[in-house]
Nanobody
Framework: QVQLVESGGGLVQAGVSLRLTCAAS????????MGWFRQAPGKEREFVAA????????IYADSVKGRFTISRDNAKNTVYLQMSSLKPEDTAVYYC???????????????WGQGTQVTVSS
């Protein structure tokens, strides 16, 4: 079993960059595909990005493609989400998740962190 803790969220202005970190403990992250999801107030949780176990394969939601980059450092048991050119519509709680394969569906992940709030002001 792996435990996930997100950090790096905050209140920022539109156009700036922010990096989220997901630190894992317990079982090593190299055993899992990792994903980032987000949930805005009043909306369902949605897929943002995912990365394969060893890192070469990544997928992104169309809404963040070209602005967000997911990466991982298995030696540090850490996954990152580099967010650039942030927009007010990126405001949400961001969750890190671990699962057996690289998927865009919430059902593809069975371990979740507690989330970190990102608020982008215009």
């Amino acid at each position: 079993q792996v435990q996930l803790v997100e950090s790096g969220g905050g209140l920022v202005q539109a156009g700036v960059s922010l990096r989220l970190t997901c630190a894992a403990s317990g079982r090593t992250t190299s055993s899992y595909a990792m994903g980032w999801f987000r949930q805005a107030p009043g909306k369902e949780r949605e897929f943002v990005a995912a990365i394969s176990r060893s890192g070469p394969y990544t997928i992104y939601a169309d809404s963040v493609k070209g602005r967000f980059t997911i990466s991982r450092d298995n030696a540090k048991n850490t996954v990152y989400l580099q967010m650039s050119s942030l927009k007010p519509e990126d405001t949400a709680v961001y969750y890190c998740a671990a699962g057996p394969s690289t998927r865009t569906s919430l059902k593809g992940y069975d371990t979740w962190g507690q989330g970190t709030q990102v608020t982008v002001s215009s």
